[in-house]
């Protein structure tokens, strides 16, 4: 592991973000679409934002955004299983608040574009 700053992972992180914000608050009317892809995406953005600041083996950076994603899925369900609730309309928003399997299936498409930026050199592996 070597610490960088890449400026072209933080363009793509960065505009990421911006289009995650937007599906999040202006695509309602996209329904399940705008969840699938923002779950697609947000892998693809944690992904991002690791190659902005750390250089790690292929695919090793992948496999971290993809372990958030789950992290996040399997917090969920033990909330779920708990009886807790998430109040925080934010929150809700960010790490959601029902389990699903297709969160899953999208964050598994979305490590697999991450590994495609990391091949494509896309999102630059500084070696």
Known sequence: M?????RTAASWAVGLFVLLVLLA?????????RSFAGDVLAVVWVHCVLACVVWLRPPVRPL???????????GQYVSQQAGWQV???????????TPDWLDVVAYVIGFGLACV??????VNPVR
Do not use: K, Y
């Open 2 to 6: 070597r610490w960088r700053f890449d």
């Open 25 to 33: 608050t202006a695509g309602a009317g996209l329904g399940w679409v």
């Open 64 to 74: 971290i955004a993809l372990s958030v994603g789950l992290a996040v899925e399997a």
């Open 87 to 97: 109040t925080s309309p934010v929150l809700r928003i960010v790490l959601g608040s």
């Open 117 to 122: 930026l990391e091949r494509r050199s896309m």
